[in-house]
T-cell receptor, first 113, second 113 residues
Framework: AQSVSQHNHHVILSEAASLELGCNYSYGGTVNLFWYVQYPGQHLQLLLKYFSGDPLVKGIKGFEAEFIKSKFSFNLRKPSVQWSDTAEYFCAGRSGNTGKLIFGQGTTLQVKP | KAGVTQTPRYLIKTRGQQVTLSCSPISGHRSVSWYQQTPGQGLQFLFEYFSETQRNKGNFPGRFSGRQFSNSRSEMNVSTLELGDSALYLC????????????FGPGTRLTVT
């Protein structure tokens, strides 16, 4: 990926609501995409990744993402959010054939109990 | 396995000084990358090292440098500190091979006054 953009900068949801965070990438050869989460005061953790194969990827804590090649998108979803999902979420893509990750600007998710 | 560790966790420096940050990757990981995280610019790639060689470099001035040792531990150095260098500096390691997922440390919070 040469660039990664996230549509939503700040999302506020009530518990049990469904979540979808948008992520778009620009074409840059091999497509390797990731979603990371940063809980308050904690380090970045990998939620899920897409390398190839099934475009619907399942990650930890009930998160999933769908890679749609025609739309250059890799949106993150969760059917029912919990208060503990309050965090900042980052979409990232690998740049070319390097280990360099290009991150989106991040989306702050606030879940109200 | 122990995760990525970074030292120190917090640092306060004065403009014009220099600073060295340290990162110990997960055991067995030979690739180490550094990122700068700020509220305004988000997460930006600094450089990547593999087997003591710099593989990639981000768009940062020459005041930012790094190195990797034979045990895969890495250091980054910032000389002639500026106020704008205040940031969270993250180190990430990844195993060799085709998996490009990176594991992040807790970061070093650098404040330049």
């Amino acid at each position: 990926a040469q660039s990664v953009s996230q549509h939503n900068h700040h999302v506020i949801l009530s518990e049990a609501a469904s979540l979808e965070l948008g992520c778009n990438y620009s074409y840059g050869g091999t497509v390797n995409l990731f979603w990371y989460v940063q809980y308050p005061g904690q380090h970045l953790q990998l939620l899920l990744k897409y390398f190839s194969g099934d475009p619907l990827v399942k990650g930890i804590k009930g998160f999933e993402a769908e890679f749609i090649k025609s739309k250059f998108s890799f949106n993150l979803r969760k059917p029912s959010v919990q208060w503990s999902d309050t965090a900042e979420y980052f979409c990232a893509g690998r740049s070319g054939n390097t280990g360099k990750l290009i991150f989106g600007q991040g989306t702050t998710l606030q879940v109200k109990p | 396995k122990a995760g990525v560790t970074q030292t120190p966790r917090y640092l306060i420096k004065t403009r014009g000084q220099q600073v060295t940050l340290s990162c110990s990757p997960i055991s067995g990981h030979r690739s180490v990358s550094w990122y700068q995280q700020t509220p305004g610019q988000g997460l930006q790639f600094l450089f990547e090292y593999f087997s003591e060689t710099q593989r990639n470099k981000g768009n940062f001035p020459g005041r930012f440098s790094g190195r990797q040792f034979s045990n895969s531990r890495s250091e980054m150095n910032v000389s002639t500190l500026e106020l704008g260098d205040s940031a969270l500096y993250l180190c990430a390691s990844r195993p060799a091979g085709v998996s490009y997922e990176q594991y992040f440390g807790p970061g070093t919070r650098l404040t330049v006054t």
